[in-house]
């Protein structure tokens, strides 16, 4: 629901990003704030078809890094601007998400995590090994047209506000009610005659899309890609779940908040804390994950519905 | 008249066969029973209908269509709603968004579908729980809650599986009062029961089965009194 105070908050933060830039100006922490973008897209993506639907995918990198070398091959062998990288990209990403849709859905359970799982590494292999079209592991470099930060952190800011909007209105419609049914038990949605199939395609298509903007715009930034870096399992495909449990599976802000504190203590531990940076940001995560299963948001949400019940003087449930 | 038929459906898991054979009619309006001892089929009979899995042998007709071959899903969509004897709440999400996520499926509309759970929520008296989370509520009202859901399809066809089981007298009562005004409103129901004396009173026929096959058909008293029944529920000597 879409009241008055989640409004407010929603245009403070909006404020607040947009002036972000003009008051950080140094160029590293900005580009620690494009990274911020970057993932907090990522992760509202796959919060749609995990989060909600319930769906959990290990196989992000996928989407991720067909994005990145859509935009990255466009420049390779047709010498176009990366840029147009941001429309083919996702829609690349949705069109290998098709077939995976119709084979993985129907698998129940763990099959599905597992299938993912195998996805993203059956990309890395092959764009590995397709070294004539890929340039293999050599990876793509590119001459970015811009350099200045700014208008990267604007152009990941709108993309960003996008996503989030697009989940928003999909996840506050009828199929967002049929995809957290679905997540819930889905015996019991099939009964009251979803079909379930359809609807998690309808949250894979979208997760697909916004994940391979991503990858596209990741391309764009960083002029430099291989197989081994954009179809990464632990640092694409598993980081964007620990993103997403920290900040709040299945809320809105959650992907946000975790991307800010997992990219920003990232980058504090790792400038600080030398060869430990990765031993000591591995246990915090876990520990917070430990101590605030649903999240940063998910926590905020259950001390906020609490706070209102006893207003109300209801009483009971979660 | 007749709204629903199955003639001859089988289903075999296996070497074991659940269902053996089954050929009934259910009439428009009526609350049709089916009885049965533990492990006798009647379940899933059920699933045979909603299309949980597929039959072995046999045709299910629902308003003179056959629908033994369409998918789960387009079951409900036709008008054919179901509990389930193990409840299936939709666990995180409240009584209200249980029973919108019913309404749905005859509107796209949020604020509609918010209202006819309303009605729903109102008509099966749980609007003390709208705002609780499903996985926190009592028995007696997780099952109130399922056919809540079920009727937010607008189905003509209510198959319950084992509502009262569970209750106390009280609140079976209850269920009881409620299913008889689901009655009333027109919708035809199936319902599956094990306590006698609550299908006696409110099934207008019963079915028994015993090992997925029939063993008497016909009013409550007919049934009750069969020797076949008296026989697969207290054993050869009271026969
Ligand atoms: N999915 C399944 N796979 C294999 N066997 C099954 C399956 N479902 C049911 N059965 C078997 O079919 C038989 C009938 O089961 P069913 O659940 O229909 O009985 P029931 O009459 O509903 O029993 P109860 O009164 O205990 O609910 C049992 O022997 C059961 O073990
Ligand atoms: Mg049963």
């Known amino acids: 629901m879409l009241n008055k105070k989640n409004m407010l908050m929603t245009i403070v933060f909006a404020l607040i990003a947009l002036v972000l830039p003009l008051v950080i100006n140094a160029p590293y922490q900005q580009h620690i704030l494009i990274l911020v973008l970057i993932w907090a897209t990522i992760g509202t993506a796959w919060n749609l078809l995990s989060g909600y639907a319930g769906q959990v995918s290990f196989g992000h990198a996928a989407f991720f890094g067909v994005g990145a070398y859509s935009a990255g091959i466009l420049t390779l062998h047709y010498s176009l601007s990366p840029w147009w990288g941001l429309i083919l990209g996702p829609v690349m990403s949705m069109l290998i998400a098709l077939p995976i849709g119709a084979i993985a859905f129907r698998l129940r359970g763990p099959y599905f995590a597992l299938a993912t799982l195998a996805l993203g590494e059956i990309f890395r292999l092959v764009f590995l090994n397709m070294t004539e079209f890929t340039n293999g592991a050599k990876g793509i470099l590119i001459m970015p047209s811009i350099t200045s930060k700014i208008i990267y952190y604007y152009a990941g800011l709108g993309m960003l506000a996008v996503t989030l909007l697009v989940t928003y209105l999909i996840v506050h419609s009828k199929i967002g009610y049929y995809l957290v049914s679905i997540r819930e038990d889905q015996d019991a949605a099939t009964s009251l005659g979803i079909p379930t199939t359809l609807y998690k395609n309808l949250a894979l298509l979208p997760s697909a899309f916004f994940t391979g903007l991503a990858g596209a715009f990741y391309m764009n930034y960083v002029a430099f890609i291989d197989p081994n870096i954009v179809f990464n399992l632990t640092n694409i495909s598993i980081m964007v779940i620990l993103v997403v449990m920290l900040g709040g599976v299945a809320t809105t802000w959650g992907p946000t908040i975790g991307a800010a504190l997992y990219i920003i203590m990232g980058e504090l531990f790792r400038t600080t804390l030398g060869s430990a940076n990765v031993l000591v940001f591995g246990v915090l995560v876990c520990l917070i994950i430990m101590f605030l299963p649903n999240g940063i948001a998910g926590e905020l949400d259950i001390i906020k519905r609490i706070a209102q019940r006893k207003k109300a003087g209801l009483s009971g449930g979660v | ?239």
């Open chain 2, 1 to 239: 008249m007749s709204i629903f038929e199955t003639r001859g459906i089988t289903k075999r898991f296996g070497g074991l066969t659940a269902v053996n054979d089954l050929t009934f009619t259910v009439n428009k309006g009526e609350i049709f029973g089916i009885i049965g001892p533990n492990g006798s089929g009647k379940t899933t009979v059920f699933n045979m209908i909603s299309r949980f899995f597929p039959i072995t042998a046999g045709e299910i007709y629902f308003n003179d269509k056959r629908i033994d071959t369409l998918p789960a899903h387009e079951i409900c969509k036709i008008g054919i709603g179901r509990t389930f004897q193990v409840v299936k709440p939709l666990r995180r999400m409240t009584v209200q968004e249980n029973v919108m996520a019913g309404a749905f499926l005859r509107t796209g509309s949020i604020s509609k579908a918010r209202q006819k759970a309303e009605e729903i929520i109102n008509f099966c008296n749980l609007e003390n729980y709208k705002f609780r989370a499903s996985k926190g509520l009592p028995i007696p009202l997780r099952k109130r809650l399922e056919i809540a859901r079920a009727l937010a399809t607008e189905p003509q066809l209510l198959l319950l599986d084992e509502t009262c089981a569970g209750l106390n007298p009280k609140e079976s009562e209850a269920a009881i009062e409620l299913i008889r005004r689901i009655r009333d409103t027109g919708i035809t129901i199936i319902i599956i029961e094990h306590i006698m004396k609550v299908m006696m009173g409110i099934s207008d026929r019963i079915l028994a089965i015993n090992f997925g096959k029939e063993i008497a058909m016909g009013k409550p008293q007919e049934v009750a009194n069969h020797p076949e029944v008296i026989k697969a529920y207290l054993g050869e000597a009271y026969a």
